[in-house]
């Protein structure tokens, strides 16, 4: 399933380019000329990511985009777009999670999306088990591999297995449980 991004800029040119490098890229992109038209297609579709210019139509464009952003029921990552950098505590507290600066490298532009997708991702689903651990709900197993699918988890074998410490590292090793031994048959011989 392919990501999909929200992008809202007033400047076309910038809408255009980066649509494109994203769409390159494999992502689904979404775009939005104004906070207006961005604010309302928050509400038409999911979206993993948001990526929004901080001034648009107003100074207070982008700060309304992520405020909306912020109380979509699906929790996208947002990320404020800008050509005026401000300080951390500034962005962080509009409630973005990530400021990127343009113009900036395609490169580097793509690593932080992907990074802050991902970091995200793992923010949500930790949040996700906590919640479940609150409400007395057991813990949704992650998706196996293909490689794991079927097999039994070591941590979840290990309180069957005695525990020996390792005197060079330090760490606990778990043996094997020693095999069953069947008795011997004896064998007896027939007398004459």
Same mark, same amino acid.
């Given at each position: 399933?392919?990501?999909? #991004?929200?992008?809202?800029?007033? /400047?076309?040119? &910038?809408?255009?380019? =980066?649509?494109? #490098? *994203? /769409?390159?890229?494999?992502?689904?992109?979404?775009?939005?000329?104004?906070?207006?038209?961005? !604010?309302? %297609?928050?509400?038409?579709? $999911?979206?993993?990511?948001?990526?929004?210019? =901080?001034?648009?139509?107003?100074? /207070?464009?982008?700060?309304?985009? #992520? +405020?909306?952003?912020?109380? @979509?029921?699906?929790?996208?990552?947002?990320?404020?777009?800008?050509?005026?950098?401000?300080?951390? $505590?500034?962005? +962080? $507290?509009?409630? @973005?999670?990530?400021?990127?600066?343009?113009? =900036?490298? &395609?490169? #580097?532009? *793509?690593?932080?999306?992907?990074?802050?997708?991902?970091?995200?991702?793992?923010?949500?689903? $930790?949040?996700? &088990? +906590?919640?479940?651990?609150?409400?007395? &709900?057991?813990?949704?197993?992650?998706?196996?591999?293909?490689?794991?699918?079927?097999?039994?988890? !070591?941590? @979840? =074998?290990?309180?069957?297995?005695?525990?020996?410490?390792? %005197?060079?590292?330090?760490?606990?090793?778990?043996?094997?449980?020693?095999?069953? !031994?069947?008795?011997? !048959?004896?064998?007896?011989?027939?007398?004459?």
């Amino acid at each position: 399933m392919k990501r999909r #991004i929200l992008l809202v800029d007033d /400047e076309v040119a &910038v809408l255009l380019t =980066m649509k494109a #490098i *994203l /769409e390159i890229s494999g992502f689904e992109v979404d775009t939005a000329a104004s906070g207006r038209e961005g !604010k309302s %297609k928050l509400h038409t579709r $999911e979206y993993q990511m948001v990526i929004t210019d =901080m001034r648009m139509e107003n100074d /207070e464009a982008g700060v309304e985009v #992520i +405020q909306a952003a912020r109380t @979509a029921d699906y929790h996208p990552a947002i990320a404020l777009l800008t050509a005026f950098p401000v300080a951390d $505590e500034d962005w +962080q $507290e509009m409630g @973005a999670d990530k400021m990127l600066v343009k113009p =900036m490298h &395609v490169r #580097i532009l *793509l690593e932080q999306i992907e990074h802050l997708l991902t970091s995200h991702e793992a923010k949500l689903a $930790e949040l996700s &088990v +906590q919640n479940g651990a609150k409400a007395g &709900v057991s813990k949704i197993p992650a998706k196996k591999s293909a490689k794991t699918a079927g097999k039994p988890k !070591k941590a @979840a =074998m290990a309180p069957f297995a005695p525990k020996k410490a390792a %005197k060079k590292t330090g760490k606990v090793i778990a043996k094997k449980a020693p095999a069953k !031994k069947t008795p011997l !048959k004896k064998t007896v011989k027939k007398r004459r």
